[in-house]
């Protein structure tokens, strides 16, 4: 059993604020596109959806902010 205590913990940085956190305690989303071919944010709560993710702290204001670019539709795109 190996139970070494390691320093070295994963981070990943906040898109947001750019601080860095434990991988765990960060939410994960994932960028994609919808059935319209439109860009979305999923946010990916299990932590298992393919695709280039990104992460985001639990502070408010991220969170806030996060929330406004999940709102994101691509509106540089004629809609028919
Ligand atoms: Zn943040």
Redesign the pocket.
């Known amino acids: 059993m190996n139970t070494t205590h390691h320093r070295h913990i994963p981070t990943r940085m ?6 860095r ?1 434990p991988r765990n305690s960060l939410n994960r989303f994932v960028k994609g596109t919808n059935s319209q071919g439109k860009m979305t944010v999923y946010a990916d709560e299990k932590k298992r959806m393919p695709g280039r993710g990104f992460y ?4 408010r ?2 969170q806030k902010k996060i929330e406004k670019v999940s709102g994101w539709h691509c509106k540089c795109r004629g809609e028919s």
């Open positions: 906040c898109v947001i604020c750019r601080r956190f985001v702290c639990n502070s204001t991220c």
